[in-house]
T-cell receptor
Framework: DAKTTQPPSMDCAEGRAANLPCNHSTISGNEYVYWYRQIHSQGPQYIIHGLKNNETNEMASLIITEDRKSSTLILPHATLRDTAVYYC???????????????FGKGTKLSVKP | KAGVTQTPRYLIKTRGQQVTLSCSPI?????VSWYQQTPGQGLQFLFE???????NKGNFPGRFSGRQFSNSRSEMNVSTLELGDSALYLCASSLHKYQETQYFGPGTRLLVL
C-alpha cells in the first residue's frame, strides 16, 4: 500500500499558485519524498524530491514540515498545461543492491481553470 | 540528451499469446525499472534491473519476466496473456546510485482481446 495520503482532486485558477498537500505520517528517517505528475496517458514526469529541507527547482517548490509527516508541492504560477495527476511518493528503502521502487498512490487530480 | 524510449507504443494481442516490450534507457543510465498501470490498480512496480541482474521484484505472477542486456537496454515479457494484462507498461531509468531519480518513458499501451 502507498505510504502517502493526498486529496483526490483540486482546482486552481490559471496564474495562481497551486498548493498540493501530502500526508506521509509513517515516513522513515532515510526515506525521501518524491513528486511526479502524469498528464493523461503519458509517462510520469519527475518534478522534485527532498529529504527534510525545503527544495526549489524550475518547476516547483517542495515544503516539508519539520516532523516530516507532511509536505506541500507548490506550483507558483499554474498554467493550463499543469493540469495532471500529481503523485506524492515516499521512496522505498534500498536493500540488496536495489535502488528502491516507487510506490504510487492514487494521487491528486489537479485541474487548472482559465 | 534523449529520454527513455519504449517500443512499440501500442500493441494489440489476444488471450494466450505472449508479448515482448522493449525499453532503452537514457544514455549513461544503468538501472531500469518496469511498472504496470491499470485503471483499477494504478501504477504498480514490476521489477528492477541493474547490471543484467534483477535486483527487486514486485508482486506479479511468474508470467511476467524481464531481462537486461549489457548495453542496459531492457525487455519485459508477458506469457499466456490474460484480459487483465491490458495496461500501460512503463519503463523508468536511473543512474545506479543511492536515491537517484527515476525518469519514465512514454509507455507501451497493451490491449489484450
Amino acid at each position: 500500500d502507498a505510504k502517502t495520503t493526498q486529496p483526490p482532486s483540486m482546482d486552481c485558477a490559471e496564474g495562481r499558485a497551486a498548493n498540493l498537500p501530502c500526508n506521509h505520517s509513517t515516513i522513515s528517517g532515510n526515506e525521501y519524498v518524491y513528486w511526479y505528475r502524469q498528464i493523461h496517458s503519458q509517462g510520469p514526469q519527475y518534478i522534485i524530491h527532498g529529504l527534510k529541507n525545503n527544495e526549489t527547482n524550475e518547476m516547483a517548490s517542495l515544503i516539508i514540515t519539520e516532523d516530516r509527516k507532511s509536505s506541500t508541492l507548490i506550483l507558483p504560477h499554474a498554467t493550463l498545461r499543469d493540469t495532471a495527476v500529481y503523485y506524492c511518493i515516499v521512496r522505498a528503502q534500498n536493500y540488496g543492491g536495489s535502488q528502491g521502487n516507487l510506490i504510487f498512490g492514487k494521487g491528486t487530480k489537479l485541474s487548472v481553470k482559465p | 540528451k534523449a529520454g527513455v524510449t519504449q517500443t512499440p507504443r501500442y500493441l494489440i494481442k489476444t488471450r494466450g499469446q505472449q508479448v515482448t516490450l522493449s525499453c532503452s534507457p537514457i544514455s549513461g543510465h544503468r538501472s531500469v525499472s518496469w511498472y504496470q498501470q491499470t485503471p483499477g490498480q494504478g501504477l504498480q512496480f514490476l521489477f528492477e534491473y541493474f547490471s543484467e541482474t534483477q535486483r527487486n521484484k514486485g508482486n506479479f505472477p511468474g508470467r511476467f519476466s524481464g531481462r537486461q542486456f549489457s548495453n542496459s537496454r531492457s525487455e519485459m515479457n508477458v506469457s499466456t496473456l490474460e484480459l487483465g494484462d491490458s495496461a500501460l507498461y512503463l519503463c523508468a531509468s536511473s543512474l545506479h546510485k543511492y536515491q537517484e531519480t527515476q525518469y519514465f518513458g512514454p509507455g507501451t499501451r497493451l490491449l489484450v482481446l
